[in-house]
T-cell receptor, first 116, second 114 residues
Framework: DTGVSQDPRHKITKRGQNVTFRCDPISEHNRLYWYRQTLGQGPEFLTYFQNEAQLEKSRLLSDRFSAERPKGSFSTLEIQRTEQGDSAMYLC??????????????FGQGTRLTVV | AQTVTQSQPEMSVQEAETVTLSCTYDTSESNYYLFWYKQPPSRQMILVIRQEAYKQQNATENRFSVNFQKAAKSFSLKISDSQLGDTAMYFCAFMKGRDDKIIFGKGTRLHILP
């Protein structure tokens, strides 16, 4: 088991461009979370999936953000028409099924987005 | 809505000392899960310790222990015999149910001084 994998690790983009990030969760983890973290702050919840179903999306998330998890495996997070305020670390986490003994989420190393 | 509050933005202690990080939360749920996560500089977040609200016994993991006060909605982390490798951001987190999202506090930056 290689842990939660995120790609790319770093992304620099020009304002107005679209970007897409990928997250590969730990195998057999059916829950997948996306968070945004700015410098010195705690992770801010964006959205989460159980299998392929998107269960909740933060009200703070604008319509420029969309996430998918086709087939309940990897997930993508797309940001359209990026703005400088989108610059942050985007964290992905996964957690095992409810029936598992473990309850916590396991985090990836994140994708750092810089919008110039 | 659930909230998690960490009132200490930054703390510093000498190596080998004991330090306690504070966390309070707000919820109307009777059962839930609480976590402390550690995020070392430029490294990924890892779980330090977890507590299930229905368990009265405080969780311990080696040098890490919690003081869970359910009525006061308080969940503090105690690090004994602190080590240089404990230097990190520490986040308190809350999860309402096992199939729910995890909500994080703003974090406490802990410096262990040699």
């Amino acid at each position: 088991d290689t842990g939660v994998s995120q790609d790319p690790r770093h992304k620099i983009t020009k304002r107005g461009q679209n970007v897409t990030f990928r997250c590969d969760p730990i195998s057999e983890h059916n829950r997948l979370y996306w968070y945004r973290q700015t410098l010195g702050q705690g992770p801010e919840f964006l959205t989460y999936f159980q299998n392929e179903a998107q269960l909740e999306k933060s009200r703070l998330l604008s319509d420029r953000f969309s996430a998918e998890r086709p087939k309940g495996s990897f997930s993508t997070l797309e940001i359209q028409r990026t703005e400088q305020g989108d610059s942050a670390m985007y964290l992905c986490a996964s957690s095992p099924p409810v029936v598992s003994r473990d309850t916590e989420a396991f985090f990836g190393q994140g994708t750092r987005l810089t919008v110039v | 809505a659930q909230t998690v509050t960490q009132s200490q933005p930054e703390m510093s202690v000498q190596e080998a000392e004991t330090v306690t990080l504070s966390c309070t939360y707000d919820t109307s749920e009777s059962n839930y899960y609480l976590f402390w996560y550690k995020q070392p500089p430029s490294r990924q977040m890892i779980l330090v310790i977890r507590q299930e609200a229905y368990k009265q016994q405080n969780a311990t993991e080696n040098r890490f222990s919690v003081n869970f006060q359910k009525a006061a909605k308080s969940f503090s982390l105690k690090i004994s015999d602190s080590q240089l490798g404990d230097t990190a951001m520490y986040f308190c987190a809350f999860m309402k149910g096992r199939d729910d999202k995890i909500i994080f506090g703003k974090g406490t930056r802990l410096h262990i001084l040699p």
